[in-house]
Each structure stands twice: as C-alpha cells, then as structure tokens.
C-alpha cells in the first residue's frame, strides 16, 4: 500500500465510487481527448505519427520472419478481422516466395512493385504483431500488479476487518457489563421509588384526611365567627394588629441594629462624604428606605410562614363552652317555629282570598258577558234605525229638490207611516210626514239615551261590588289575625307559665351530639333562608294586626 501514494489506505476496495467521482473522472478523460484533437487539427500531415512513421523502413532480413507460430485462440484475442485479413494475406505471400528459386530475377516492373508491397505488408505485420505482444506484456504486468495489490489490500482489510471485529467483541462484553449494572441499578432505583411511592400514598391519604378535617373545622369556625358578636371580632381584630405592628417594629429594629454594627466603617466612610457634601438629607433618606424595605420583608417572612407572630392564646373563640351554642340554638328554633307558623297562616289566608277574588272574577265576567251583549243588540238596532233615517232624509231631500208630482208624495207618506208604525205608534191618518219624522227622530234619541244609561249603570254597579267585596274580605282578614294573636297570647303565657312552675333542669358534664342533628342541617338553613326573607313582611303583618 505504501509504494502505491494513488491508492486510499484507509478505504475498502469493495466500496463502490461516488457519483461525484465518476464524472470528475469522465469530464477529465472528455478533456484530454478534446486537447489531442485540438492538437492534431492545427499539426501539419508530416508531424503526426501514424503507424508508419512509428518506426523506420528496413528490408526485412530471413531472421526477422522466423516468429513463433500463433496459436488460433491467441490470433482470434489479440487480434482486430482487419489485420487478421492482411496478416494471412503476408503469410500466404511469403510462403509462395519461399517456393520460388532464389535466383530468379524480376522480369518488370509489375513484379517489383508486387514485391514492394508483400515487403511492405510483412514489415506492417511485424509490425503490428510486436505491438500486440507489447500490449499484451503490458496488460499482464498491469495484471500481475493489480493482483499483488488486491492481494496487500486483502490482506489489510483482513488484518483491519480482523482488529475491528476484536474491538466490537471488546465493546459488546463492555456494553453487556454496562447493561448489566444499569439494570441492577434499576432494579435497586425501581424498589426505592416503590418504596418512595408507599410512603407517599400514606402521606397523601395522611393530608387529605387533615385537609377535611381542617376544612370542617375552618366551615366550623365560621359558623361560630358568625354566631359571635361583632364587637368582639373587632376588640379581637384590633388587639391581634397591635401585636403584629409591635413584633414588626422590634424585628426592624433588631435588624437595623446588626445591620448597623455590620456596616460601621461604611457609615464612617458615608458620614465623612455627606459632611463634605452640601445636602444632608440623603442618609435620612436611606435610613427610611432601608426601614421600608426591613418592613416589606417582614411581612413576605409572615406569609411564607418563616416567623410566627400569633399564638394560640391570641385567637381565642367567644364561645368556650357548648352549652352556649345549645342556648343560641333553642332560642333560634324557637323563634323560627313561630315565624314558621305565621307564614303558614299567611299563606292559607292568602289562598283563601286568592280563591274568592277568582270566584268574583268569574262572576263579574259573566255579568260584563251579558251586559256586552245586550249593548251589541243595542247598537245593532240603532245602527238599523239610523241608516232608515238617512234613507228618508235622502228621499225627503230628493222631494224636496226635485219637487216630485203628488204620487211620489203620497208614496213618501206611505213610506213614513209603514216606519211610524214599525217603531209602535198608531198610524194617524191626520199626522203630516215631517211631524212623524220628529216622532221618530225622538224616539231614537231616547233609546240612545237609555243605552248610554245602562252602560254607566253597569260600570258603577261593578265598581261598588267589588268594593264591597274588598271591604268585606279586609274585614275577615282583620277578624282572624285578630284571633290568631289573641291564641298565640294565650298560648306563649301559658308556656311562660309552665316554665315557672317546672324549671328545666340543667345536665350536668359534656352534652352528646346525636346523629340526627347532622342530617337535619340542610333544613335547617332553608328555614333560616326563609326566615330572613320573609322578615320584613312579618314584622310588617304585626305592626298592622296591632293597629
């Protein structure tokens, strides 16, 4: 490998070239064969080789024809059909002359010319068949080279081949002892977040059950806060602010005094340049920045929770002892008992008069029914007469301007005294038309009157019902409410009474929480939801029974 520098040394012989390489090395070969055509276009006829300026004529010698005999697979290899045509011409020539006698001279020219050219084609055919064997040595050297190289780079890919495989044996055993301790370190790591897991699970349940906990006794707590007087909670809240201003005051000011001792030769050094200087409100300055910001730390070390400032004596709970809260909550029931009542009255009262508002209001529109419809027949009837009114006054209006004969009159007449008697008068023969119209005429507008009578009549016969009703049914209301307080009187004195004469007896030690009390929380705050809604109402209802 090394007496070859154009062989890579490090590179397979198996690998197969790139696509790049293949065509630098054919555009090259393009290049130089396009060079050597350029050169022989501008060379003149002279200066190019061709076969036979190769080498120098000679006149062939006995010995120089003395050549082994080619063999038939050689002379079929090596050589083109061309020259294999000229080769056996020259032989078949030579031959002959071999036959003929030596001393035999040419008898013209012809012969001579003929002789020239076997002459010339024996020296081509030695020609040609020493640059054939050349070629030939060649390739077999350029074999026997390429041999010799394969086999050193055999050998050296064998030998590399060998050393690799070595190497990837000696990193797969070091892999294989790598693997093997991971997995032991797995398995070890796996146990521990097993393990770590366990504990974890335990300290999660352990949280939840105290996050429950805490927020039953923090709902607890508030339902207390609630129950609490506010004074209380202020005289409390207040007290609780005082303590943590004083703690925060102390913290800063210990802080200032370590940070002071701290930084003495500073405050030399800053005393010395604030003399020299001409303002001297820069230190007072830092001094209230610095206590700001001991300040704001404070509070930040509060809320993560580094510093306790409150103890368990400073939030202390009004109610200490549950016979208290059993007081607050029997009075509670007691007075939503009897606003419980009350509303339940209230409401059956109120349904009883919805009732009977429905009754009248049934009964009024079936009276307004009947009254409608009499007006609509009315109405009716008025409308009828007035259109036979407009038809005589159109027809007396004709009479009148067209000043008809006499026939038309008496017609006129006739047709006055049908409409005469239809509206119920006697038909008096000496009565003139115009004096039956004004008859008429007032007949109509006292039917008109008597219709406009009715309909106000009904309207204020309507009105004073439902007064009526309403005063009748204010009066009820205001008869039972009156008995309602009457009974609760009698009845809360004689509860009074009762509680003198037995007097409750206290139990003595801790008082036990039953279950039921827990199921029943939920109705007991839709009663006190109640209870504040319908307050205002009530103590409205009371003021007025009691006027």
């Known amino acids: 490998m090394s007496s070859h520098p154009d062989i890579h040394d490090f590179q397979s012989p198996f690998r197969l070239p790139t696509d790049e390489e293949v065509f630098i090395t054919r555009e090259a070969e393009r290049l130089q064969k396009q060079e050597v055509k350029e050169k022989l276009k501008d060379m003149r006829i002279w200066d190019k080789q061709t076969a036979c300026t190769k080498g120098q004529l000679k006149r062939p010698n006995e010995t120089d024809f003395q050549v082994k005999p080619i063999e038939e697979i050689q002379y079929q290899q090596f050589v083109r059909p061309k020259e294999r045509n000229l080769i056996t011409a020259a032989l078949e020539i030579v031959s002959q002359r071999s036959k003929l006698p030596q001393n035999q001279k040419t008898e013209n020219i012809r012969d001579y010319v003929e002789q020239k050219k076997e002459i010339f084609r024996v020296e081509m055919k030695y020609r040609i068949l020493k640059d054939e064997r050349e070629k030939i040595r060649k390739r077999i ?309 008597d219709v406009k009578f009715l309909r106000y009549a009904m309207e204020e016969k309507i009105n004073k019902l439902e007064q009526e009703k309403e005063t009748e049914r204010r009066e009820f209301v205001r008869e039972q409410a009156q008995l309602k307080k009457e009974k609760d009187d009698n009845i809360r004195i004689a509860k009074a009474q009762e509680r003198a004469n037995n007097p409750s007896i206290k139990k003595i030690g801790r008082s036990g929480m039953k279950k039921v009390l827990m199921q029943q929380k939920s109705v007991e705050k839709e009663v006190k939801s109640v209870q504040k809604s319908l307050e205002v109402q009530i103590r409205e209802f009371i003021e007025e029974t009691a006027n």
Not at 148 to 159: A, I, Q, V
Not at 177 to 189: C, D, F, I, L, P
Not at 230 to 250: C, G, T
């Open 141 to 449: 050297s350029n074999k026997e080279s390429a041999l010799k190289r394969s086999e050193e780079m055999l050998s050296n890919d064998y030998t590399r081949f060998t050393e690799h495989i070595d190497k990837n044996k000696r990193t797969k055993e070091e892999a294989i002892n790598r693997a093997n301790q991971e997995t032991q370190a797995k398995k070890e790591k796996e146990t521990e977040i097993k393990q770590l897991e366990q504990r974890k699970a335990g300290i999660t349940a352990e949280i939840s059950r105290n996050e429950e906990l805490l927020e039953s006794l923090k709902k607890h707590k508030e339902f207390l806060d609630r129950l609490t007087p506010p004074d209380y909670l202020n005289r409390q809240k207040s007290a609780l602010q005082y303590k943590y201003q004083q703690l925060k005051n102390e913290w800063v000011q210990k802080q200032s005094l370590e940070d002071s001792y701290e930084s003495l030769n500073d405050l030399e050094i800053d005393s010395r340049e604030s003399a020299s200087s001409i303002s001297g409100k820069k230190p007072r300055n830092k001094s209230l920045t610095k206590s700001r910001n001991l300040e704001k730390k404070f509070d930040e070390l509060v809320v993560r929770g580094i510093i306790d400032v409150y103890s368990e004596d400073d939030q202390k709970m009004y109610f200490t002892d549950p016979d208290q809260l059993s007081t607050i909550l029997k009075e509670l029931e007691d007075n939503n008992l009897f606003l419980i009542e009350l509303i339940q009255e209230m409401d059956h009262t109120l349904e009883v008069a919805k009732s009977e508002l429905d009754y009248f209001k049934v009964k009024n529109e079936k009276k307004i029914e009947e009254t409608r419809r009499e007006k609509d027949m009315l109405s009716k009837s008025l409308n009828l007469n007035r259109e036979k009114l407009s038809m005589m006054t159109r027809r007396i209006s004709s009479i009148e301007n067209k000043k008809e004969s006499n026939k038309s009159a008496q017609n006129l007449r006739d047709e006055i005294g049908k409409c005469y008697a239809s509206m119920g008068f006697e038909n008096d023969s000496g009565l003139q038309p115009i004096e039956m119209l004004k008859i008429i005429e007032n007949k109509i507008n006292s039917l008109l009157n």
